[in-house]
Each structure stands twice: as structure tokens, then as C-alpha cells.
């Protein structure tokens, strides 16, 4: 199945950087969402965008939709130890209905203290 | 409210056998959406259910089958299990079928021996 492109696939940090992940794709999409997963268990909806260009924070968390629909970022602000975790974008394309979502590969971040 | 439960939380099948899948959405979502995660595909679209009606289905093999349930609870079948079909299956709720937010329960693992 189509699947967006996630970079990077991992991090290793250290404690109280920054980070920044992206999503691009071929695709328009009109909704991006955000999720943090954590080992055995469900994602965790971070932040939800629904029009292009919207700029949403959410703590720490910074996601932006991007200006052509088929592009979205996740900053992470002065990362700590429990920032740990696999974060996937997932969005719905523009033509499709229902709730089917597409989902990132996923960008896994380890923080070093 | 509640969040997304699923049950059970694990399950060791062996090939050839069935399995079905338990999802309690979110008291007054109506939509249930089935993923399948694993670590060589990430999170794959199976289907999703809308006032007990499939709306949307993806690219997965017929063995593969779900209902919802007037109270919006719903299954999820595999027959015939393969040793591929090992893999968290996640399912999630949202408040209707206009490409919302997405709620996740927290999964079953299913191991095919």
C-alpha cells in the first residue's frame, strides 16, 4: 500500500535539543495527524492539521501543513528523556474517503541524557 | 471518557487456525478503523466500519473480514492464518466518517506459529 516518505528513519540526540522530522509525498493530503508510539503499545494522536500552511503547537510539539498538501513537519522542542519513541505522520488524501489512513515509515528517536 | 479498548491485548494461534479480534471505540464514535502493523510494512490499512456498514477496505486477501456492531463495538476475523499474518493489530475510533482524528486502543499482538 502507498505509504508517505518519513525522514529521517531514526535520531539520537541529546537531552534539551531540538528535533525536526518531515513527510513529503507524491499525494495531496487534506489532514495530516501526528502520532507517538511507544514500545507494545497503540499510537498516540500528538497534533491533527486540516489546512495547508496551518501552524499548530501542542506543548513542546510544533507540526506544520504544508503549503502544496503533500508535505508536513513535526518539531519537538528542548527534548527530554520520555520524548523517546517512534513518531509517524499519517494523513488522508485529498480524493479519498472515509477514515482510510496513510500512514509514514515512522521516525524512531532515542535521547541521550 | 474511555479510551480504545481491544482484546485480547495477545494471542498465539498456529497456521491454518482462525482468529477473532475484539474493539471497543470511544463512547459515541461511530467509526472503527483496522490496522495492521509489522515491522517490514509499518501500518497498513485494513478497513473501516461506519454505523455497522464497511466503508472503506484496503489491499489485504479475503481472509481478512470484519463487522461492527449496532453499538458501534467491532471484530475483526482472519482465517486460514498464515505465519505472515503475525503482527499488532490496531484499531481505531473516530467521531464520524469525515476524515477526522483517529483514536488508537492500544492493539493485539498476534503471533502465528
Known amino acids: 500500500g502507498q505509504q508517505l516518505n518519513q525522514s529521517p528513519q531514526s535520531m539520537f540526540i541529546q537531552e534539551g535539543e531540538d528535533v525536526s522530522m518531515n513527510c513529503t509525498s507524491s499525494?495531496?493530503?487534506?489532514?495530516w495527524l501526528w502520532y507517538k508510539q511507544d514500545p507494545g503499545e497503540g499510537p498516540v494522536l500528538l497534533i491533527a492539521l486540516y489546512k495547508a500552511g496551518e501552524l499548530t503547537s501542542n506543548g513542546r510539539l510544533t507540526a506544520q501543513f504544508g503549503i502544496t498538501r503533500k508535505d508536513s513537519f513535526l518539531n519537538i522542542s528542548a527534548s527530554i528523556p520520555s520524548d523517546v519513541g517512534i513518531y509517524f505522520c499519517a494523513g488522508y488524501i485529498l480524493t479519498g474517503g472515509g477514515n482510510k489512513l496513510t500512514f509514514g515509515t515512522g521516525t524512531q528517536l532515542k535521547v541521550e541524557l | 471518557k474511555a479510551g480504545v479498548t481491544q482484546t485480547p491485548r495477545y494471542l498465539i494461534k498456529t497456521r491454518g487456525q482462525q482468529v477473532t479480534l475484539s474493539c471497543s471505540p470511544i463512547s459515541g464514535h461511530r467509526s472503527v478503523s483496522w490496522y495492521q502493523q509489522t515491522p517490514g510494512q509499518g501500518l497498513q490499512f485494513l478497513f473501516e466500519y461506519f454505523s455497522e456498514t464497511q466503508r472503506n477496505k484496503g489491499n489485504f486477501p479475503g481472509r481478512f473480514s470484519g463487522r461492527q456492531f449496532s453499538n458501534s463495538r467491532s471484530e475483526m476475523n482472519v482465517s486460514t492464518l498464515e505465519l505472515g499474518d503475525s503482527a499488532l493489530y490496531l484499531c481505531?475510533?473516530?467521531?464520524?466518517?469525515?476524515?477526522?482524528?483517529?483514536?488508537f486502543g492500544p492493539g493485539t499482538r498476534l503471533t502465528v506459529l
Open positions: 481505531a475510533s473516530s467521531e464520524n466518517a469525515a476524515q477526522n482524528e483517529q483514536f
Open positions: 499525494s495531496i493530503f487534506n489532514t
